[in-house]
């Protein structure tokens, strides 16, 4: 799964493979053009306030730089669950990509050509990357350049190092078909535990939330009554 760890340096990579970036409906292309708008927002955000301040002659620049702050935080907080959305979708489709390409080498096909049929029949996030595959060999690109493209397309480990394993097996002359039913085997078992972790993760956002909006509203209900008494009482 997609891992954050360097956000721009993931922004670099994803806009030069990809070509741009959709954010609050604004193609980003450059890293520069995001930073832009980073700052360029928020800067926005704080004169509107300040000008609906003057207008209604109320002070609005706490507010202002309040949603401002948000705004800066939450832009590459897009970007990242953006790629993690594609890293998402590539792990999804990838046991049964693996199983359909173990069935075409065993049908006699190449590893290359099971990637070419696959590509050109199925339409998902991995069917997509064969084809850059493909389209990248077709421009002159080495196979390690073309495989080390579609890795860093795919932002997702478990398809990089599906990648990887096919590209050694077949250097090396090992058995692929096998490698690959003990893949599939591998990648749904993971998938099974993220979603255990994620309904975890669930379950404890969900306490968190009832404790927020449920708990200490409800305190703050039986307390409000009784705060004049216990001022008096204090006094």
Known sequence: MYKNTHSFKDLDIFLKDWGHISILGIKIKTPEAFFLLQISLPVAVIISFAALGLLLAKNFILHGSAAALIIYFILPAIVRAKISLKAANVLYCLPDVIDMMASLINAGLSVDEAMAYIGQNLDNAVSGLFKVYHLAIFEGSTKKEAFDKI???????????????????????????????????????????LLKMKAEKLESKLIIVIFIFIFIPMLAIFLIPVLPQLKIFIG
């Not at 860093?152 to 090396?172: G, L, P, V, Y």
Request: charged fraction near 35%; hydrophobic fraction near 35%; include cysteine.
């Open 151 to 193: 890795c860093r397309m795919s932002f997702c480990s478990e398809f990089k190092s599906f990648i990887r394993i096919i590209h050694q097996a077949e250097t090396m002359g090992n058995p692929i078909r096998e490698i690959l039913r003990d893949l599939s085997k591998v990648y749904r078992n993971n998938e099974r535990d």
